[in-house]
């Protein structure tokens, strides 16, 4: 089974500076895929970046960035310099090779302050 | 955007009738999820499909059931609703296993 926690109900953090949001998984597949979506208060879905498990880098997209640490299972959004508009729900995910479900944490609640 | 359509965006219904949610499709992918939105839960799967009348159950499966006749549509119907099924339902794609999910714009489903 697949498990994603993730342990920040709510962050705060000051506009142009940098957070990192947790995420920690579980799960016995050699292969998988960690995925990190935002939720405005508008309500969509929006995907922001993919991490391969066999992938030598960490995932950067913009001002996201991924710190992927296989050994401890962690998979923790970094979003630099941070914006107004950056507050919202942020969701970890992961999907297993052996399995079609994207598996779903409960999500952090990002506040950025002026 | 992916081409993903949910209908209805909102729903009020009464407990015990039936209800069915749609999602369309125009990516030709061959996934396809229902997801259920609640607070303190986060997003939890309610079935998915991976092809044609290929469907399978997720952790939340209880009292939903599906149908994917064709590849662009995934139907979601509950069957008879209960007030516990009252939340935001979203529909996703993806293509394969390494690729994103794709969110359609979610249904609020509220049962009186």
């Known amino acids: 089974a697949q498990k994603i926690t993730q342990t920040q109900p709510g962050m705060f953090v000051q506009e142009k500076e940098a957070v990192t949001l947790d995420c920690t998984y579980d799960?016995?597949?050699?292969?998988?895929?960690l995925f990190w979506y935002k939720q405005p208060s508008s309500g969509e879905m929006i995907f922001l970046i993919y991490?391969?498990?066999?992938?030598?880098q960490n995932a950067t997209e913009g001002r996201y960035s991924l710190n992927f640490q296989k050994a401890r299972k962690s998979a923790n959004l970094v979003i630099s310099a941070s914006q107004l508009g950056d507050s919202a729900m942020y969701f970890c995910a992961m999907r297993g090779r052996g399995s079609e479900k994207l598996v779903f944490g409960k999500g952090t609640k990002l506040t950025v302050n002026p | 955007d992916a081409g993903i359509t949910q209908s209805p965006r909102h729903k009020v219904t009464e407990t015990g009738t039936p209800v069915t949610l749609r999602c369309h499709q125009t990516e030709n992918h061959r996934y396809m999820y229902w997801y259920r939105q609640d607070p303190g839960h986060g997003l939890r799967l309610i079935h998915y499909?991976?092809?044609?009348?290929?469907?399978d159950k997720g952790e939340v499966s209880d009292g939903y059931s599906v149908s994917r006749s064709k590849t662009e549509d995934f139907l979601l119907t509950l069957e008879s609703a209960t007030s516990s099924q009252t939340s935001v339902y979203f529909c996703?794609?993806?293509?394969?296993?390494?690729?994103?999910?794709?969110f359609g714009n979610g249904t609020r489903l509220t049962v009186t």
């Open positions: 799960t016995s597949d050699p292969s998988y895929g």
């Open positions: 499909s991976y092809g044609v009348k290929d469907t």
């Open positions: 991490q391969g498990s066999y992938d030598q």
């Open positions: 996703a794609i993806s293509s394969e296993f390494n690729s994103p999910l794709h």
